[in-house]
């Protein structure tokens, strides 16, 4: 079974990443794949990359705008943080989705594999990661 692991560093440039104060990742960094000329999106926050990361698109095209959006909840515009545990879920009844596209998870458990995302980010970047919940098939249908 062939297994890929992406890491995400947050904000940590390459040039710090040095033998001398950063060993583990340098070495690691000398026996991985690394994506050198690699840019953020726009907005560049954390939320809004780590969707990018997970469906491969751009911001305008997933949907996820910014670490924090309006959106419609029937009483006009409300500005709402996407780090909020309950975002998700108001942002699906605002909208009837969440993301706009399909993630690596949802993507990997329509071929009958497995995918699990783990994060020490924001929550809100975790809950983009897979929002709908198809790491190890417990779909949400969100």
């Known amino acids: 079974m062939k297994r890929a692991v992406i890491v995400i560093c947050d904000s940590l440039r390459a040039d710090l990443i040095t033998p001398r104060d ?3 990742l340098s070495d690691f ?3 991985s794949a690394r994506f050198a000329n690699h840019a953020s999106v726009f907005p560049s926050t954390t939320r809004t990359s780590a969707a990018s990361i997970a469906t491969g698109c751009l911001p305008a095209r997933h949907g996820l705008l910014g670490n924090t959006m309006a959106i419609n909840e029937g009483d006009g515009l409300v500005c709402l943080s996407v780090g909020k545990p309950d975002f998700r879920d108001r942002l699906h009844r605002a909208t009837g989705r969440t993301l706009h596209m399909p993630t690596l ?3 990997v458990s329509r071929a009958g594999a ?3 995302a783990i994060s020490n980010v924001s929550p809100g970047a975790a ?7 198809f790491w190890l098939g417990l779909q949400s249908g969100r």
């Open 22 to 24: 950063a060993p583990f």
């Open 29 to 31: 960094g000398q026996r």
């Open 105 to 107: 998870a949802e993507r």
């Open 114 to 116: 497995n995918a699990i």
């Open 127 to 133: 809950y983009f990661l897979d929002p709908r919940r």
